[in-house]
């Protein structure tokens, strides 16, 4: 097979395993309610890519699934997508690239990233800082998350066959 429609069929598969992951989140109930936690299970694919697949193709996953949230729920979800997604895979990056980290750091960075970032977010477009005392629970549930999804990543890489870069 020709490694163009390779490639692109590929990731579109990983793009549709994101949105799916993304979607059937807003169906999972939690044992209680706070705005902005969330399990991060798209992030699981996005990690995926990241170590099988390449830095790249983890950064473009992460760009094209934010555009997606645009196109479904909006602006502002968009903003929140797109600098968590970029600030979780910059902190994945530098903690599986350079120093070489296990897969809980990996994920539970990206967790905090994620979070952080869309705090951070917040507090530009309302132009309030008193949103900070909520970082303690994002970040909270960031290492809740990020452990979980790394384990479920770990359990699942050795039933997914080995797929070139």
Known sequence: MNNKIKDISLMSLML???IILNYLENYLELPFYLPGVRLGLANIIIMFCLIKLGWSKALIL???????????????????SFSGG???????FIF????????AAISISGALAFNLCQLLIIMLIYGDINFWYYGFVLETSGLIS??????ILRAALPLIPEVKK
């Open 62 to 80: 992460t760009i094209v699934k934010s555009g997606f949230v645009f196109s479904t729920r909006g602006l502002i979800a968009f903003l929140l």
């Open 86 to 92: 970029i600030g979780a895979f910059v902190l994945m």
């Open 96 to 103: 599986y690239y350079k120093l070489q980290g296990s897969l």
């Open 146 to 151: 990020g452990s979980l999804t790394a384990i």
């Open 16 to 18: 549709a395993l994101t």
